[in-house]
């Protein structure tokens, strides 16, 4: 189905925005598959075929929701490389706005449900893994930067300190589901030390052999 095309961007942007809004919201609380279009449609308050004006389906929905989380990633990424000190200093500065967004119930509840939908959707599942590559592409940057102290460490290295990183950051929420007492100050008790050793160079951090 081809999109509408519409002459007032700015309206078409917060009529997208609304939808995008109320489409995360039945996802929170139906799951993927539980929400459908009328459902989404009663939520955001305008009719199925006016949704459709913006999104072709539930999938482009979905692709979009994907792009918007990208896109606040990619700020924060920003404000990293933008930061004025090295790569382990901005990095740990900013470890608690990473904790915060993966903590966050609500939003990334939403994300799950699309985890576990791409292990059906081949079409979700390479949205995903395409957010994830460039996520790590884009932490790989601030890691071979001037700024940082593994600027000169092999890809092999890189990768699997990218990947561990992600790891903890990622397993976050799961945490903050089972365990809802947990706190942003208790996680970065722990998390600030173990993210300066995977930022670091082994050899400065004394034996590496545990």
């Known amino acids: 189905m081809k999109i509408k ?3 007032d961007p700015a309206l078409a942007h917060a009529r997208r925005e609304q939808v995008l809004s109320a489409a995360a919201d039945c996802f929170r609380r139906k799951g993927y598959h539980g929400a459908g279009m009328a459902e989404i449609s009663r939520t955001a308050g305008m009719s199925a075929g006016h949704i ?15 792009e918007k989380d990208m896109a606040e990633m990619f700020s924060i990424f920003q404000q990293f490389e933008d930061h004025p000190s090295d790569v382990l200093t901005a990095l740990i500065d900013g470890l608690n706005m990473g904790v915060k967004r993966h903590m966050d119930t609500g939003s990334c509840v939403v994300r799950l449900d699309m985890m576990a939908e791409a292990s059906r959707n081949s079409k979700v599942e390479m949205l995903l893994r395409d957010a994830d590559t460039q996520a790590r592409e884009r932490m790989r940057k601030l890691l071979i930067s001037e700024k940082s102290a593994l600027k000169n460490h092999s890809e092999q290295e890189l990768e699997s300190r990218i990947n561990v990183i992600f790891s903890m950051m990622t397993g976050l929420l799961l945490r903050k589901v089972l365990y809802p007492e947990l706190t942003e100050e208790n996680v970065l008790i ?3 030390p173990a993210m300066k050793t995977l930022l670091m160079p082994f050899e400065h951090q004394g034996s590496s052999d545990l």
């Open 5 to 7: 095309k519409h002459s």
């Open 52 to 66: 459709y004006n913006y999104f072709d389906s539930k999938e482009a929905i979905i692709e979009s929701i994907i």
């Open 190 to 192: 722990a998390l600030r």
